[in-house]
Nanobody, 124 residues
Framework: QVQLVESGGGLVQAGGSLRLSCAASGRSFTAYVMGWFRQAPGKEREFVAAIGRIALNTYYADSVKGRFTIFRDNAKNTVYLQMNSLKPEDTAVYYC?????????????????WGQGTQVTVSS
């Protein structure tokens, strides 16, 4: 079992920045690919970013490339999402996810573990 707890959400003006954190506990953190997803009201959950087990590779949705950065600190069992140049369309609940398989995270096909979510609201 892996428990994921997100933090760092909040209200920010357009153009501002936020850093989300996801602290993991339970089984070996480095066994898991970590990802961030988001779900806006009335919309389906969508992939935002993912990072490999030892952080050599990162992956981003086109909508956030160049603005968001995912990184992990394996010593702290934590994955982060640095969000810059935020836009109102980034408003959503952001979820942290963990799975042993990269393709599962990239395609959101049965991810093993999810956090409870943290709200990000970007005002115009």
């Amino acid at each position: 079992q892996v428990q994921l707890v997100e933090s760092g959400g909040g209200l920010v003006q357009a153009g501002g920045s936020l850093r989300l954190s996801c602290a993991a506990s339970g089984r070996s953190f480095t066994a898991y690919v970590m990802g961030w997803f988001r779900q806006a009201p009335g919309k389906e959950r969508e992939f935002v970013a993912a990072i490999g087990r030892i952080a050599l590779n990162t992956y981003y949705a086109d909508s956030v490339k160049g603005r968001f950065t995912i990184f992990r600190d394996n010593a702290k069992n934590t994955v982060y999402l640095q969000m810059n140049s935020l836009k109102p369309e980034d408003t959503a609940v952001y979820y942290c996810a963990a799975d042993p398989h990269l393709t599962t995270v990239l395609h959101d096909t049965g991810v093993d573990y999810w956090g409870q979510g943290t709200q990000v609201t970007v005002s115009s």
